[in-house]
């Protein structure tokens, strides 16, 4: 058995189970001459068996002077709501992976083989998957700093098991579980391709070279996409134009490369999320809206740009701020001075409370506008101001110890304490994130 690959000098980790698939692989690169440390994940989910494929792996290696590393993924323990042991396992390997790699590059070779690249195909067919997700299993990808690597993906199972027998290996792990036919790949590999490939025998290699052609595919479309997404890649607000012009083939891809540059995740994107995502980008409303794309991070929509974000898990608390024993409190700044400063906002310092209170908006919040006579909603005179969904989210108010709103940076100030020609001593009061804005006074 050859490989197509060519392997440098430098230290390649392999995702060492003990079955057959990737006992051969560990043993074909050793017979190329490849640097190899075999990598074990301990998933916790069988049990006093999958201890023992544990201790088979960890003596199999020992015995030949193999390298070898042993990580226990603890899977039933982190699943995360909604999420099956399947992937789970899977996220957390791919953690594993990562954090392993840290910030060198490094390279990981896995045993999947012609067999597991038909049984995924039909699976993720099933699901409704697109070309990228026909494809999923290639034998090149590069995932962050880690390139993975499937040597064995023209290999059928059946050939890998003549491989160890020819070398002498007569022993590896088998999971009992393979053996369930109620689970969905079970099916497909001990009931359903069988059947099929005896009645219609060209169904064998026909998948094989779908398999292949989708890839294809899905590679030209992947290079187009990241294309694309080098325009946005260092952005977290893009503009609503630019998600509706790329055709949606591309834009699912460009989104999901955006998000998982952001979140570091292998996020990826379910239908309904999608559907989600296009009807927001569709719709005619001035509103804020938003999408949530895991626990840490969620689309907010506007009326002109589409911006990623982290959530806020925890709410602001409101600040009560000393300002004239401290001079910078929460991004605000003052300084009292004898004449305005245009740069900033002024207030009577004579008339305004030691003690200011920095918040958010709260529904219903009223404030009297500078100049004004009534109190207008706080909702109406932001929604004035024309706000990016990114200003909105980060939104603070300044007000007195009873809640009156004397100002909202970037946006308007109030018509308390206002400086007249009795005024003695001005507060000049600033908010960095603002600075360059231009309040309607």
């Known amino acids: 058995m050859k490989f197509d690959f060519t392997f440098g000098q430098e230290l390649i980790y392999v ?26 994940f301990e998933h916790g989910i069988r049990g006093q068996a999958s201890i023992e ?13 193999i390298e070898y590393q ?9 699943m995360k709501n909604g999420e099956n042991l399947e992937a789970a396992a899977r996220r957390l390997r791919l953690q594993a992976w990562t954090e392993l790699a840290g910030d060198v590059p490094i390279t990981v070779a896995l045993g999947h083989h012609a067999d597991d690249w038909v049984e ?43 491989f160890l027998r020819k070398n002498n290996i007569f022993d ?54 990241t294309k694309q997404f080098s325009f946005i890649t260092d952005k977290s607000a ?44 569709g719709s005619a409303s001035t ?37 004239r024993e401290c001079a910078a409190m929460a991004g605000f700044s003052v300084e009292i001075a004898p004449v305005i400063d245009e740069n900033g906002i002024n207030f009577d310092a004579e008339l305004l409370p030691d003690i200011l209170k920095i918040a958010t908006t709260e529904p219903g919040d009223t404030m009297i506008p500078f100049g004004a006579s009534k109190s207008k909603k706080l909702k109406k005179i932001i929604s004035d101001a024309k706000l990016s969904a990114k200003q909105k989210s980060e939104l603070r108010i300044l007000a007195i110890p009873n809640g009156e709103i004397i100002w ?19 507060a000049i009061l600033k908010l960095c994130c603002f600075e360059n804005a231009t309040d309607k006074l």
């Open 15 to 40: 995702g060492f189970s003990g079955g057959a698939d990737s006992t051969a692989l560990l043993m074909l690169l050793l017979q190329h001459g490849v640097n190899v440390r075999a990598v074990h």
């Open 120 to 162: 995924n195909l039909l699976i993720r067919l099933g699901r409704g998957s697109n070309v990228s997700g026909l494809s999923s299993m290639r034998e090149v990808l590069h995932f962050g700093n880690i390139l993975f690597l499937r040597p064995l993906l023209k290999f059928r199972r059946s050939e890998l098991e003549v």
């Open 238 to 281: 893009v503009s609503l134009e630019f998600w509706r012009d790329l055709h949606p083939a591309l834009r699912v891809r460009v989104l999901r490369s955006w998000i998982v540059a952001f979140t570091k995740t292998d996020f990826v994107p379910s239908r309904g999320f999608l559907e989600r995502f296009d009807e927001e980008l």
């Open 287 to 323: 509103e804020p809206r938003l999408l949530d794309v895991d626990q840490s991070c969620e689309l907010s929509f506007d009326r002109s740009e589409v911006w990623l974000r982290k959530r806020h898990l925890k709410p602001f608390s409101p600040i009560f701020w000393r300002w």
């Open 172 to 225: 590896w792990r088998c999971d009992a579980t393979n053996r369930d036919d109620v689970m969905q790949r079970n099916y497909l590999r001990n009931i359903m391709l069988p059947q099929w490939s005896e009645k219609f025998p060209p169904v064998e290699n026909g998948l094989l070279r779908a398999a292949e052609a989708l890839g294809i595919d899905a590679d030209y479309l992947e290079s187009t996409a």
């Open 53 to 65: 494929d544990a201790v088979w792996c960890r003596d199999f290696c020992h015995s030949r002077n």
């Open 70 to 78: 042993e990580i226990s993924l603890l899977v039933p323990e982190r």
């Open 408 to 426: 909202i940076p970037g946006v308007r100030r109030s018509s308390f304490a206002p400086v007249t020609q009795k005024t003695t001593q001005v």
